[in-house]
């Protein structure tokens, strides 16, 4: 009876590159966080690529603000736009936020108010729950955005404004699979 043997360095190798390993969506995540933090733009495009790749709500944000500002590659607004988009969708206030701005400015969309305003109300009411407790200079941001706009529309904008809000609070509420 012949019995395989497998070498002690083969069972560490096949252990170091094991496929679920390699593919953990979370590390990539926390590998671009790592990049960005150390201003590795381009190596935070591809790691948080992987991790839209698996899916992960909160990269989407990460990479579309990648793409928005052009940094580690090429801008890329029309990409940052549907990446936030799909985020936004998903209930995660950061892309809602910056679709908010996206609307306000008219950047890789045509400008609107009301989306703009429908957008940061939405980003308040899906602020984690921490934020709202603490005096926190994004929500603050957030707060002011939408005075900003106040002052910048007409009443009958405010309404539909308003009703899109309620119609995006209600449709995008933030989900529990959000990572910050």
């Known amino acids: 009876m012949h019995r395989f043997r497998i070498p002690a360095f083969m069972l560490v190798l ?19 966080v790592q990049a960005y933090r150390t201003k590795d733009y381009a190596t935070a495009r591809i790691q948080w690529a992987k991790a839209v790749d698996a899916n992960m709500t909160h990269a989407f944000n990460n990479l579309g603000f990648l793409y928005y500002m052009g940094w580690g590659g090429k801008e890329d ?8 988009t799909t985020a936004a969708k998903r209930g995660h206030d950061e892309s809602q936020y910056h679709l ?22 939405a980003s308040l ?7 709202m ?12 955005a939408l005075v900003r706009l ?3 529309m007409q009443v009958e904008q405010l ?15 933030r989900s529990g699979d959000l990572k910050e």
């Not at 607004?77 to 936030?84: D, E, T």
């Not at 908010?100 to 109300?121: I, K």
């Not at 009411?125 to 934020?131: D, G, I, Q, R, V």
């Not at 309620?166 to 995008?172: A, C, D, E, P, V």
């Open 14 to 32: 096949l252990f170091c590159v094991s496929p679920a390993q390699a593919a953990d969506p979370d590390d990539a995540y926390n590998r671009g």
């Open 133 to 144: 407790k603490s005096s926190s200079k994004e929500l603050d941001k957030r707060r002011q």
């Open 150 to 152: 106040l002052g910048e």
């Open 159 to 173: 309404g539909e404004a308003e009703r899109m809000a309620r119609g995006y609070i209600g449709k995008y509420p």
């Open 100 to 121: 908010g701005q996206a609307y306000e400015e008219g950047t890789g969309v045509p400008r609107s108010l009301v989306q703009a305003y429908a957008w940061y109300r």
């Open 125 to 131: 009411a899906n602020s984690p729950a921490e934020e």
């Open 77 to 84: 607004v029309p990409r940052a736009i549907a990446l936030w």
